[in-house]
């Protein structure tokens, strides 16, 4: 079992950055691809970012790409997000996951084995 804690999410201005941080605990995310993904009210799941544990190579969704930057420290055991220029459309409650397979499928499909709780981006205008 992997249990994911979200931080760093809050009320922001539009044109705003946050990093958001997801702590692992329970086993080495060193075995797994990570991702983040948001949801706001009334929309499905989103995938916005997924990255790999073998070779780094990271996926981004077209919404988010140019803004958003995803990382991952093993010997943290922490995945990281970086938003930049912060839009009102980004406000959703946004997750963090550990899954397998490729990146870009576990961002498309939304598919993943252990997902945090989230945590809250509003962006006002």
């Known amino acids: 079992q992997v249990q994911l804690v979200e931080s760093g999410g809050g009320l922001v201005q539009a044109g705003g950055s946050l990093r958001l941080s997801c702590a692992a605990s329970?086993?080495?995310?060193?075995?797994?691809?990570m991702g983040w993904f948001r949801q706001a009210p009334g929309k499905e799941r989103e995938g916005l970012s997924c990255?790999?544990?073998?070779?780094?190579?990271?996926y981004f969704s077209d919404s988010v790409k140019g803004r958003f930057t995803t990382s991952r420290d093993n010997a943290k055991n922490t995945l990281y997000l970086q938003i930049n220029n912060l839009k009102p459309e980004d406000t959703a409650v946004y997750y963090c996951?550990?899954?397998?397979?490729?990146?870009?499928?576990?961002?498309?499909?939304?598919?993943?084995?252990?997902w945090g709780q989230g945590t809250q981006v509003t962006v006002s205008s």
């Open positions: 996951a550990a899954g397998l397979g490729r990146p870009q499928t576990m961002c498309e499909d939304i598919i993943a084995l252990y």
């Open positions: 329970g086993r080495t995310i060193r075995s797994y691809a």
């Open positions: 990255i790999s544990n073998r070779n780094g190579n990271t």
